[in-house]
């Protein structure tokens, strides 16, 4: 039996992406009104430090402290009982059907900002970073690209989720601007020394990144059965990367400077409970794992994934599309994996997917893929070509999901290259 579609008060477009089925978490000021705890619907960013001023989350025991923070850190610490209580008692006042805060109009101007006239910051304080190499299709167009087109995928890929740890201090929240990084690279592949100086191979990579929203023990791991206890949702995640410098510095350890210089991410959280509708089976894994990483139930999401460029002057255009669901693996076998050496992970850690990519040349998520190491540009509406990113450049990712009508959304999260 399907339940009743639900409805705002506050006016929100078929196609926004913070409707009430969203409700994401995040952190915004204004002039005059300093970083602080919020959530969307519609167009508008909400307040809640003031709500819970006005006593509107009773009887939860709610106090305006909890939000008048610069982070969710620490209402991500509360646990996902009581969080899932206050988010469902957001649903509950924006509803239609419910009159407590909808008729109260002279608190709206003080609750509700339009989404353009705040500053969104930083959501998490971020103390760990993890950047996955999940997508089958996206390991194999490099392996096959980069080294033998008949043995793409190393050995190891189809046993263990692979990984490395990045930069935490380097994360940043949408529209930050992106200088171009310096390193050491090769002007030409047969080049026996390198040179120094600004990358020409500027990337982007497409991906998700769940954010860690309870504290494991050094020492202990969290399995893949109860893993999704330590999720507390899920950002867009734009993995910045320098191919020339990544070609050079990568054998025998991986990236470093290649990639450490920024990541950016979405200034909304989605929670787990509101993408929970969205769940899909993922890929077959046509290799037997070993017993820790043998996951039960749908753990993949049916989320599609967009970027965009926006040329200095000119407008944005797609230039790719593709699904969440394609990981091969899964959000619980990354976790599983991280943790089975006794490594802990701390509420705000942030674990990226690795680019996400999808079987067709369009459905790919970095521009090392779609021109094919720049052997094979791809044309903009404004005449011009692109091997990689140029400065002036602006990357524009978004993700939503959409089932029975209700859509759910990240927003975007974007940046600027400049010189």
Known sequence: MKSSPLTSWVDVSEDSDFSIYNIPFGVFKTDTVPARCCTAIGDYVVDLVVLAEH????????????????????????????????????????????????????????????????????????????????????????????????????PNWKHLPVAYHGRASSIAVSGTPVKRPQGQFKKNKDDTTPTFGPTQALDYELELAFVIGKDSNLGETVSVDNAEDYIF????????SARDIQSWEYVPLGPFLSKNFMSSVSPWIVTMEALAPYRTQGP???????????????????????????????????????????????????????????????IGDIMA????????????GCLLERTRNGQEPIALKNGSTRKFLEDGDTVIMKGFAVKEGKRVGFGSVEGKVIP
């Open 233 to 240: 949702g899920f950002l867009l995640f734009n993995d910045w």
């Open 55 to 154: 006593g509107y989350f009773n009887p939860i025991p709610v106090s305006p402290l909890l939000f008048r923070r610069d982070s969710l850190n620490y209402f991500v610490s509360m646990g996902k009982d009581y969080t899932s209580l206050v988010r469902d008692r957001l649903i509950e006042l924006f509803s239609i059907n419910h009159h407590d805060l909808q008729d109260n109009i002279d608190l709206h101007p003080f609750v509700l900002y339009k989404r353009d006239s705040v500053t969104m910051m930083l959501p998490m304080k971020v103390g760990n970073y993890t950047d996955f190499y999940s997508s089958k299709e996206h390991a194999t167009n490099l392996g096959a690209m980069l080294r033998d087109p008949n043995n793409a995928l190393l």
């Open 353 to 364: 997917s690795g680019t996400i990519s999808g079987p067709t040349p369009d459905s790919v």
């Open 284 to 346: 077959v894994q046509d290799v037997q794992v070993l017993p820790y990483l043998q996951s039960k139930g749908n753990h993949n999401y049916d989320i599609e994934l967009e970027v965009e460029l926006k040329p200095e002057g000119g407008s944005a255009e797609r230039i790719s599309r593709t699904n969440f669901k394609h990981m091969y693996w899964n959000i619980c076998q990354q976790l599983a994996h991280h943790t089975v050496n006794g490594c802990n992970v701390n």
